[in-house]
C-alpha cells in the first residue's frame, strides 16, 4: 500500500544567494539612482537662489581688482538679489547698491566724470561697486572689515580702534550694528555657498 509520501525539491545553494544578489543589487541601484537624483535637485535648487548672473563684468572686475569673484557674487546676492533696478529707501542703486555720494566721491579718486544715470548700468554698478570693495580691503586689511565697511562706511576705523569690539584691530567681534552685523553675515553665508557651487 503506497504511503502518499510527498517528496520537495531541494533548492540549490547557489541559485538562492544568485536570486538573493539580483533582488539586492536591483534594490541599492535603484537607491544610489534616487539619491543622485535628490542630490542634483538640491543642487538646482541652491543654484537658483544663489545665480551667477553678469558674469562678464564680475570676472572682469575680479581679474581688474584682484578680489574673490564668489565675494563679488556674494555681495550682489545681499545687496539686491541681481536686481539691476533696485534702489534702497536710502538712496543706493543697482546691483550692488552704491550710493551716488560715493559714485561721485570714488570718480574723483579715479578721475572719471560719469553721470549719475550711469550708475544703473550693470557693468558700471559693478565695476564701482568692486572698486569700492577694494578700496576698503587695502584700507583694513580684512574681508570682514572690508565687507562691514562696504555696508557701513567708515565708522569701521572706529570700531577696529576699540578693544570691546576688535580685540586684535583687525577682526570684529561684537559689530555694534545689528544691520552690519546681519550684513556681514549674510555675505559670509553667500559667499560659502557660491565657494560650494561654483568654486569649489
Not at 533548492?11 to 539612482?33: K, V
Request: hydrophobic share 40%.
Amino acid at each position: 500500500m503506497a504511503t502518499g509520501r510527498r517528496y520537495r525539491k531541494k533548492r540549490h545553494p547557489l541559485r538562492r544567494f544568485i536570486i538573493f544578489l539580483l533582488i539586492f543589487t536591483t534594490a541599492a541601484g535603484g537607491l544610489y539612482f534616487t539619491i543622485q537624483n535628490l542630490d542634483t535637485a538640491q543642487t538646482m535648487l541652491e543654484k537658483s537662489l544663489y545665480p551667477v548672473k553678469y558674469s562678464k563684468f564680475v570676472e572682469k572686475a575680479a581679474t581688474e581688482y584682484d578680489l574673490d569673484a564668489a565675494l563679488i557674487y556674494s555681495v550682489i546676492h545681499t545687496e539686491s538679489h541681481f536686481d539691476e533696478d533696485a534702489e534702497s529707501h536710502a538712496g543706493a542703486v543697482g546691483l550692488m547698491q552704491v550710493m551716488p555720494s560715493s559714485f561721485e566721491w570714488l570718480q574723483k579718486l579715479r578721475g572719471t566724470d560719469l553721470s549719475e544715470n550711469e550708475l544703473m548700468k550693470p557693468a558700471v554698478n559693478i565695476d564701482y561697486g568692486c572698486y569700492l570693495l577694494r578700496y576698503f580691503l587695502n584700507e583694513y586689511g580684512t574681508e570682514q572689515a572690508a565687507v562691514a565697511a562696504y555696508n557701513a562706511g567708515f565708522v569701521v576705523s572706529d570700531w577696529l580702534s576699540d578693544s570691546s569690539i576688535s580685540p586684535d584691530g583687525k577682526t570684529l567681534v561684537n559689530i555694534p550694528y545689528d544691520e552690519t552685523a546681519n550684513y556681514v553675515e549674510k555675505v559670509a553665508t553667500a559667499k560659502k555657498m557660491y565657494i560650494k557651487l561654483y568654486f569649489s
